[in-house]
């Protein structure tokens, strides 16, 4: 028996922390969406009870930290299965960039998961267990256009933003979430994003308000520990992107851009400063 699941990336249109909550995380509202950039998980059932785990990339954990790995050992316990299986992850998705790749993983294990061991649970109860290996698991999970509250599994869902292109750069060093929320003041936050303008901009397919209210309050505070994410920004918007953000703790930037002729002189460009530049579709439409 073997299936094949889909990982696609998340970005955040925004990210908005409200307060530090009595367990440590943030309480947020974000609007994420996911973009035409995959890993691919292929899942095998194994004769005997192991579970094993084999990656394309080199900058994967192949053991019990991977949260593809993670989402099996939890799969299982939940629902007192005993069988094995061998997750092997054809790693597209950049590594500890924003993007959601390893929760992507998971997301998309505990899907597969669900279809080869034939548990029949529901997108709901695949989200409980998702909450517990990562906070954006739950969105990866559903894996459309979402505005996500609480640690980022309550999700809305959203219509899809218009056809656009997204250029990623993503620069040669990774950021650990945790440091970044860490460095960051709630109540210091210059910046909010109205999130608010954001949904109704998604609502009316309007591609020029969903510009404007592109907003995330991490990104000044990742900037702050690496420049290099401030100057993939600016280069990015000097070569011509319409809108440009740092997608979730970073150091990932990405661009929206609507005119197909200008993505291939953005990336170009961004090339002589930046090795990992990719230009996708956005998902949903
Ligand atoms: O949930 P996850 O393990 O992905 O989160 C990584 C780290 O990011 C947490 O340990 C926490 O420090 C921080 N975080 C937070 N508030 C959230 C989500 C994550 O402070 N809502």
Not at 23 to 48: C, N, P, Q, S
Not at 113 to 136: F, H, M, P, R, Y
Not at 153 to 158: A, D, F, H
Not at 173 to 178: E, F, K, L, Q, R
Request: glycine share 8%.
């Amino acid at each position: 028996m073997f299936i094949s699941v889909k990982a696609p990336a998340k970005i955040n249109l925004t990210l908005d922390a409200l307060y530090k909550r009595p367990d440590g995380y943030h309480e947020l509202e974000m609007v994420m969406t996911t973009v035409d950039l995959y890993d691919r998980i292929d899942l095998t059932a194994r004769e005997d009870s192991a579970i094993t785990l084999e990656s394309s990339s080199g900058f994967v954990p192949q053991d019990e930290r991977n949260l593809a790995y993670r989402a099996a050992v939890l799969l299982r316990e939940k629902t007192g299965i005993k069988r094995g299986v061998h997750i092997y992850i054809d790693k597209h998705i950049p590594v500890a960039a924003g993007l959601a790749g390893g929760s992507s993983d998971a997301a998309a294990t505990l899907r597969g998961l669900n279809q080869l061991w034939k548990l029949g649970l529901s997108l709901e109860e695949l989200t409980v267990i998702g909450t517990e290996i990562g906070s954006d698991v739950p969105f990866c999970i559903y894996s459309k256009t979402a505005f996500a509250r609480g640690k980022g599994e309550i999700l809305t869902p959203l219509p899809s933003p218009p056809a656009c292109w997204v250029v990623l750069a993503k620069p040669d060093h990774g950021v650990s979430t945790a440091d970044v929320f860490r460095h960051l003041q709630v109540n210091q936050i210059e910046k909010h994003p109205q999130t608010e303008k954001m949904i109704n901009a998604l609502e009316g397919q309007d591609y020029e308000s969903i510009v404007q209210y592109m907003g995330n309050v991490l990104e000044p505070v990742t900037m702050e520990m690496y420049d290099t994410v401030r100057k993939l920004k600016e280069k990015m918007q000097l070569f011509g992107a319409d809108g440009v953000l740092m997608s979730g703790s970073g150091p990932t930037v990405f661009g929206l851009v609507k005119q197909e002729y200008r993505v291939k002189r953005i990336v170009n460009s961004l090339k002589g400063f930046c090795r990992q530049v990719f230009a996708v579709r956005m998902l949903g439409k």
